[in-house]
């Protein structure tokens, strides 16, 4: 009964239209699974696509997250959620340390597994919240390497001819700098042969030797600022540290290879880049040897000794993006072979030394000299010897180290008044800009300019006085200058500067500046 109730119910289809049914089916089946498999296809080649680029895209090498190495020196990385490398070793030591955790232990005995919950977490174990961990790996681009880019056939030749000469270069610094043509002419040659030694590392076998330099003078007399005009005219990676932070390694403060990861970070982290590049180091007379001292001298000569690997030429590994390689940063090898060091200082005292040596002879009798016979001598510094550099503090390696010894004068009166008005920047040209903006004209008599010459010479700190001298007796005109519009020139005095009158003030009429000899005088009494 069963079957036959069956029977009854069931559809019965003719043999044609089965037929018919199944191979459309089949058709349909075919053309979807054709259509699925081009998808498929086309979402790889798009994925790899978009893999490819962002992979090209990319400029900075990978660092591993644990050990802060580059791909470069690391190998190969694991790709880790929220952008996070880690290289080969580290994941193996992570594993093995692991493993060796007795997990199945625990779960055996649940007693365990609770005490340790109640200990807030599992002992000597630490876990990172990668939610906590912002950019690409908590790592910024700016300690990172960049990647080197594939070599394209033969390095071309540096054109010798595209290099700036040396009275090219001068020009330039004339332009910004007053006197010390001998300190101008000494960088100019230095930074040319630079070039050169650029272009014979690609085009000849011989090696030339590069001349480090030791600028020494007064204070004020333009040394770091002859070299910051030197690094805005130039297109080679320039860099200016400062040794009075420099200590012995292990010590608080910057290590020695500090110097070298500036110019790495002025070059934009490229290695090769920054191996052509210029250091200059600043205040290296602070590093000299202490005298009668028994404390530890760690930013001292052991300093020095420090920096002898550094001027010569070694290869040095230092922090990318940090001065401290005890930062988790990774660490780049930089040759410092092809860098050339210009070293400055003021070297206080060492003048009294080159004296001394000058009137070592007997001051009495025939042929004596008088002990006060270069006191007024402005220029006694250009008399010194490697000899009195190292009686000052400095040890023999370092000063060996530093073959082109260059001088700088201090600067006189008519220096001093050259300083204020022919730069490009100079600082009366500055003042004279600003009082532009409210429409006004200054103006300064030639007795005004010998007032403050005479003022900053009393000062005794070169061109650093005469910016402050102007700030103090610019500072009223400054702030009176914009209560009155009907203000049209202001000429500055001697006698302003000295304090015993003030500037010479033109009213304008009709918002209109008269001529000169159609306007009021009205001398200014107040300061």
Known sequence: MTDNYNDDYREVIPEEEKTET??????????????????????????????????????????????RRPESKAGRMFKLPNHICICDDCMHKTMETVSQFDYQGMLNNPNDFNQ?????????????NLADLQGDGGIPNKQKLKKKKKAEGPKPVFNIKDIPAPHKIKASLDEYVVGQEKAKKVISVAVYNHYKRVATDTMDEIEIEKSNILMIGPTGSGKTYLVKTLAKLLDVPLAIADATSLTEAGYIGDDIESVVSKLLAAAGNDVE???????????????????????????????????????????????????????????ATVNTRNILFICGGAFPDLDEIIKERLTKTASIGFNSELKDKYDKDTDILSKVTVEDIRKFGMIPEFIGRLPIICTLQGLS?????????????????????????????????????DAIAEKAMKRDTGARALRSIIEDFMLDIMYEIPKDDNIGRVTITREYIEGTGGPIIDIRSNEILEPVENLKQIPVNDK
């Open 22 to 67: 199944n191979v459309s089916e089949t058709q349909d089946n075919e053309k979807n699974n054709g259509n699925t498999q081009v998808a498929d296809t086309a979402k790889e080649n798009s994925t790899e696509k978009k893999s490819e680029d962002k992979k090209d895209s990319s400029e900075y090498e990978d660092v591993c997250f644990i050990c």
């Open 116 to 128: 340790f919950n109640g200990q807030n977490g599992f002992p000597n174990i630490s876990f990172v």
């Open 273 to 331: 880049k920054a191996e052509k590049g210029i250091i200059f180091i600043d205040e290296i007379d602070k590093i000299a040897k202490k005298k009668n001292t028994n404390s530890r001298d760690v930013s001292g000569e052991s300093v020095q000794q420090g920096m002898l690997k550094l001027l010569e030429g070694a290869e040095v590994e230092v922090p990318v993006g940090a001065n401290s390689k005890n930062a988790m940063v990774p660490l």
């Open 413 to 449: 009166k008519d220096m001093l008044v050259k300083i204020l008005k022919e730069p490009k920047n100079a600082i009366l040209k500055q003042y004279q800009k600003l009082l532009e903006l409210d429409e006004v004209k200054l103006e300064f008599t030639d007795d005004a300019l």
